[in-house]
């Protein structure tokens, strides 16, 4: 099946700093990824819509220029948690659809900020 | 965001058990999915269900999408230990609107087997 390579797989940052979180579709284009967040025994909870070559689209409640998205690539998604706090630690994954709909999902990136 | 009813919250078996959950929802979906989520670990992929009234069926893992497209039941036969996990539903609109491709996810099943 199709392989998403999400990257680093655990961070820990300090208060303050920034933190970049890179997912790729190493077999497939992706013209859209998802970015979603998800807390110790929760659900996953979908934080916004990465379209290739556009600006990309959040779901209420979270902020735009905390949570920066750049989808510069077909194959690539960036997701930037800036001057992180540590109510931004929690468990980030991305996913990407493929041509047949399909969505695949990234291994998840593990945020800790101190 | 909107959740889907995802039941029960978790189980506790017998290895060779079999498991049943299920979702449901007040909106409709065009398409089912579930996934299995191992600890620190992206969901993989079970089954995915694109007809109402759909069954599907991926080795000892069964499927169905309910007739009312608002509603899916996963059965797990004969359970092993490596079943543990975290299984998620998921519901996705795939004609259009904002929603399109935007999965909704249910609250989660842990499974615990025990051996």
């Known amino acids: 099946g199709a392989v998403v390579s999400q990257h680093p797989s655990w961070v820990i940052c300090k208060s303050g700093t920034s933190v970049k979180i890179e997912c790729r579709s190493l077999?497939?284009?992706?013209?859209?990824m998802f970015w979603y967040r998800q807390f110790p025994k929760q659900s996953l909870m979908l934080m916004a819509t990465?379209?290739?070559?556009?600006?990309?689209?959040?779901e209420q409640g979270v902020e735009k220029d905390k949570f920066l998205i750049n989808h510069a690539s077909l194959t690539l998604s960036t997701l930037t948690v800036t001057s992180a706090h540590p109510e931004d630690s929690s468990f980030y994954i991305c996913s990407a659809r493929d041509r047949s709909e399909k969505l695949f999902f990234g291994s998840g990136t593990q945020l800790s900020v101190l | 965001g909107q959740q889907l009813n995802q039941s029960p919250q978790s189980m506790f078996i017998q290895e060779g058990e079999d498991v049943s959950m299920n979702c449901t929802s007040s909106s409709i979906f065009n398409t089912w999915l579930w996934y299995k989520q191992d600890p620190g670990e992206g969901p993989v992929l079970l089954i995915a269900l694109y007809k109402a009234g759909e069954l599907t069926s991926n080795g000892r893992l069964t499927a169905q999408f309910g007739i009312t497209r608002k509603d899916s039941f996963l059965n797990i036969s004969a359970s092993i230990p490596s079943d543990v996990g975290i299984y998620f539903c998921?519901?996705?609109?795939?004609?259009?609107?904002?929603?399109?491709?935007?999965?909704?996810f249910g609250q989660g099943t842990i499974l615990t087997v025990h051996p």
């Open positions: 998921a519901g996705q609109l795939r004609a259009g609107g904002t929603s399109y491709g935007k999965l909704t």
């Open positions: 990465s379209n290739e070559g556009s600006k990309a689209t959040y």
């Open positions: 077999d497939f284009q992706a013209t859209t």
